[in-house]
């Protein structure tokens, strides 16, 4: 039987409050556990050397129990059943009792009695039926030892449970019945049990795992006995058999670390919707827990939104998206380089998997299956020397489609992969496979709204003569959507030019098709040679009538009669004036109310803006942050332009500096940047 340690009360005999009385062949108690006296209510002084029948059994019982009684003395008869107890205050109990016959070493009999209160018992006992960790509770098994440590009395149970017969227990120590990598342990917790006083309770014991897999686990109570003086006597020592509850307990903690696991994915996986951001995700989630090394790999027919073409018996063309290792390891070598586009052969495991849409699992790898595994022969000679020695391939499916692969493989972890793993490797790709699906959709999505939103805006010659104009349309960050900002310059009559930036509030395909209407709207209004507050009037019952949208718009006309500009605002950010001698100044237009609002007012201001000045107008997206505040921001872009004044800088020069200073790869919105300054 293996080893013995210590673990805090709160075990199974614990819960049942299991006394153990041991009779002497007169009858007389000399044996008294702690749990017989919250039973029967007797301490040990008190029921230690009386006779049982008359202390405990009911007058109308009597007969019968000395009966069972003298058949366990002398016939070693074991008997089990339910009687009535007399307690010590009186009450009758219905207790459960379990009788046995003991030797000790001088040939004395004792009868041993191990009693629990019968609705205890059967309280724990329907418990137990409707647990899944306890399908069945084997025998318990009993042993007495004396106060040198040496058994003195066992049962039939212990003797199956450890298979030393009874022979080869009595006499005898624990160092003499136990292998010896569990009797020193064993033999340490006895003393300190026989020493204390203090029980060790349901303590698990684990023996070693068969070459099945499946190990003994024993749960081991041992108390120490004491007589009516409450000198030690010895120990008793009960043994039950636990494995199917150690089993399931394990099945259960692996199920909890699954779901903890899939947790933990449902949160990393699919923060963003860049696809090679999310691949990595992927990765970086199976590792170590999973596989020691993952690699992620999609159809390139799938990422360019094109029929797949796979088969097994052709191959396919994949794009190798991420790989994530547990630790620094050759096998990284031989894995696909991330981010290229290569034709996988039919042989390879991973196009199997794709092409049937199931998963492939090598649980002990070959040396010939390195060969499917790998790209080619020098990859699977860095896969052997990495020690690869299980493999798992997992396909990735969205929407019934099959987009790509998880590649697992084990090298460092000893166990290969089993069922369960393919499960939850299956549960991770799934998952991964529908954020995937959604990066790669919205960058479809994305970039067909991007071309819609550049051809509806004027190519950057587009321009009066009077005029030197630069321009820029600046998308927002590859994970955001595009938005619906423009700028237009449109020659009017009388060689005036009317200047127009404008922001559609929203993303997306539509925002950009509104911003379409309301360009081509102001573009035919323009023409009308309306005042421009007359404009945003008239475009403010348009973009009401496009519920739920609502912009902001900046329209200016500049004259180059007398070198004026008229500026008139619908809620948009002002204008910057940059003198050709003087300093940089926000342009003072009433902002206004957005169109779409309705029913708003707006007013026109007039500037001088002359040769060599310069007017910078600007969507929200050039200034705004999530960090700083907006005026903040505003003073960042005055001082920006303080050098350009009267600097000579080219307009295209003052675009790109504008953008490189102000813009960052992660901004969430776009910008439209309109820059004129009139001629000689």
């Known amino acids: 039987m293996p080893g013995v340690s210590l673990s805090p009360p709160g075990g199974l005999l614990d819960v049942l409050g299991v006394g153990a009385v041991l ?31 008359p202390l405990l059994v009911p007058e109308r019982s009597t007969a019968l129990v000395l009966r069972l009684f003298d058949e366990v003395i ?111 342990e064993a033999d340490t917790v006895l003393h300190r049990v026989l020493e204390t006083g203090e029980p060790v309770i349901d303590r698990e014991v684990l023996g070693s795992e068969t070459p099945g897999g499946r190990g003994h686990a024993w749960s081991v109570s041992v108390y120490r006995l004491d007589d009516s003086g409450g000198r030690p006597l010895g120990l008793s020592i009960s043994v039950t058999d636990i494995t199917a509850r150690h089993q399931a307990a394990l099945q259960a903690e692996l199920a909890r670390e699954r779901l903890s696991h899939l947790a933990e994915a449902s949160v ?36 360019r939104d094109r029929p797949a073409g796979i088969s097994a018996e052709g191959g396919a063309t994949f794009r190798a998206l991420a790989l994530a290792a547990g630790y620094p390891t050759v096998a990284v070598e031989a894995a696909d380089p991330t981010g290229q586009v290569a034709r996988y052969g039919a042989e390879r495991l991973v196009t199997r998997c794709v092409a049937t849409g199931q998963p492939v699992a090598v649980p002990a790898v070959q040396e010939e299956d390195l060969s499917r595994i790998a790209r080619d022969e020098h990859a699977a000679g860095l896969l052997a020397k990495a020690g690869v020695h299980s493999y798992l391939a997992v396909p990735l499916i969205a929407r019934g489609e099959v987009l790509g692969a ?73 994970h955001s959507e595009i938005g619906g900002d ?8 009388e060689d005036r030019t009317a200047l127009v930036v404008g922001d559609v509030m929203g993303s997306g395909i539509n925002a950009a098709a509104t911003m379409g209407r309301l360009r081509t709207a102001t573009q035919t209004l323009a023409r009308l040679a309306l005042q421009p507050t007359e404009v945003l009037h008239h475009l403010d019952q348009i973009t009401t009538g496009l519920d739920p949208y609502f912009a902001t718009c900046l329209y200016a006309v500049y004259d180059p009669r007398g070198n004026r500009c008229r500026i008139a605002s619908a809620g948009h950010l002002p204008p910057v004036l940059v003198p050709a001698r003087g300093e940089p100044r926000l342009v003072e237009v009433v902002p206004g109310t957005p169109l ?8 026109t201001v007039a500037v001088d803006l002359c040769p060599g000045d310069l007017l910078v107008l600007y969507t929200d997206g050039l200034i705004e942050t999530r960090r700083d505040d907006i005026e903040d921001r505003l003073e960042v872009l005055l001082g920006l332009l303080r050098p350009v004044a009267g600097s000579g800088d080219s307009l295209e020069q003052t675009c790109d500096l504008l953008l490189e200073a102000l813009r960052s790869p992660e901004n969430h919105d776009d910008v439209a940047l309109l820059l004129v300054s009139p001629t000689e």
């Open 23 to 53: 009779l002497d062949a007169q009858g007389r108690i000399v044996l008294w556990s702690p749990q017989a006296e919250q039973l029967f209510g007797y301490s040990a002084a008190e029921a230690l050397g009386r006779y049982a029948a």
């Open 74 to 184: 002398r016939e070693g008869r074991s008997w089990a059943g339910v009687f009535p107890v007399v307690c010590k205050d009186g009450r009758i109990r219905q207790l459960e009792f379990r009788n046995m016959r003991l030797h000790d070493d001088q040939g004395a009999r004792y009868a041993l009695a191990l009693v629990t209160d019968r609705a205890a018992l059967r309280e724990v006992e329907r418990d137990l039926a409707f647990s899944t960790l306890l399908i069945r509770q084997s025998p318990m098994g009993i042993a007495v030892m004396d106060t040198d440590m040496r058994y003195v009395s066992v049962n039939p149970a212990l003797t199956r449970l450890d298979g030393v017969d009874e022979e080869g227990h009595l006499g005898r120590t624990v160092r003499d019945v136990l292998p010896p990598t569990h009797a020193r």
């Open 268 to 303: 990393r996986i699919g923060t963003t919707l860049d696809l090679e951001q999310t691949a990595r995700e992927l990765a970086e989630i199976t590792v170590p827990e999973l596989a020691d090394i993952a690699a992620v790999d999609v159809l390139d027919a799938a990422v």
């Open 406 to 478: 998880l590649d697992l493989k084990r090298t460092r972890n000893p166990k290969p992969f089993d069922h369960d793993d393919t499960i939850l490797a299956c549960e991770l790709a799934g998952r991964a496979a529908v954020c995937i699906d959604n990066a790669r959709l919205y960058r479809q999505q994305r970039s067909i709204a991007l071309m819609l939103q550049r051809s509806l805006l004027p190519t950057p010659a587009t321009g009066s003569t009077r005029l030197r104009i630069a321009s820029r349309y600046q998308p927002a960050g590859a």
């Open 596 to 603: 779409g609002i309705g029913g708003g007012t707006h007013s």
């Open 486 to 493: 423009w700028f237009d310059v449109l020659e009017l009559a």
